[in-house]
């Protein structure tokens, strides 16, 4: 099977520096993306006047326009894409190494049946980076995105054209809820990392928020589930457990041998 064409969609709002370095890190890759596209919702024109003023690949393209927000954002770019397999690759987050995209494009060429993959990724905490990541397992979907980084997931356009799109009404875990509707569909696991996750986004500041969402999501489309309300509970534990001196230096042991460099 000939090698997927790969679109990477990039969703940015006023942090030029952190889109660079992930531009940076896709014009690197050995094999170069079908295209690279940048939704820029940015309320400042620094954004649009560095990618207007610098040189770009020819696979490089931007819309620059205000958003509804990150649903929304994300949503532009999956219906503005011309590539076969898209992957939602956010500013601030750069690929692990160089060859991702070769990785990736031979899962996809290799198998024909799969709709999707994710892989393993690099995430910072507690006080440094370490490998995460585990393949998905339906039986715990009502775990929410514990095991997986959805900065790796590479899908099929199609598979949107026939679930839909990011839905509006979430505001932060509008992966978990995507998640939820192509959990059925078939799918690879890559068993290194993808991606150097970059911790701060809206869901590592809102963790509560970010569980209830994952709670009306699974509840909606799988019913209520007190094996869901019962995790939710624990991940908020272990989170405060966590962002203590001893949780970081209890994480530290327990995630050493899984520690990466930069």
């Not at 889109?19 to 939704?39: C, G, M, N, W, Y």
Request: charged share 25%; aromatic share 12%.
């Amino acid at each position: 099977m000939p090698e997927p064409k790969i679109s990477i969609i990039t969703i940015c709002f006023n942090n030029l520096d952190d889109l660079r370095a992930t531009i940076q890190k896709v014009d690197s890759q050995t094999l170069k993306p079908f295209e690279h596209l940048i939704i820029d919702g940015s309320s400042k024109p620094d954004i649009k006047n560095w990618l207007e003023n610098n040189p770009k690949p020819n696979y490089r393209r931007w819309i620059c326009e205000r958003d509804k927000g990150i649903s929304d954002a994300f949503n532009k770019g999956i219906t503005n894409a011309r590539g076969e397999v898209l992957h939602l690759h956010n500013s601030g987050d750069y690929y692990y190494d160089d060859s991702v995209l070769v990785t990736v494009s031979k899962s996809f060429s290799g198998d024909a049946y799969i709709g999707w993959l994710h892989g393993k990724y690099a995430q910072y905490r507690g006080g440094m980076w370490v490998i995460s990541g585990k393949p998905f397992e339906r039986e715990k979907l009502y775990r929410g995105m514990r095991t997986l980084g959805h900065p790796t997931f590479f899908v099929r356009k199609e598979l949107y054209e026939k679930h839909g799109l990011f839905s509006l009404d979430k505001k932060i875990a509008m992966d978990y809820d995507f998640l939820v509707r192509i959990a059925d569909e078939p799918f690879a696991f890559i068993d290194r990392p993808l991606v150097y996750f970059t911790p701060g986004g809206v869901s590592d500041r809102k963790i509560k928020a970010s569980l209830d969402e994952v709670l009306q999501s699974y509840y909606h489309y799988k019913g209520f589930s007190l094996k869901a309300l019962a995790w939710s509970w624990r991940t908020i534990l272990v989170n405060e457990i966590t962002h203590t001196k001893l949780g970081e230096k209890l994480f530290q042991l327990k995630n050493k041998s899984k520690k990466t460099a930069v």
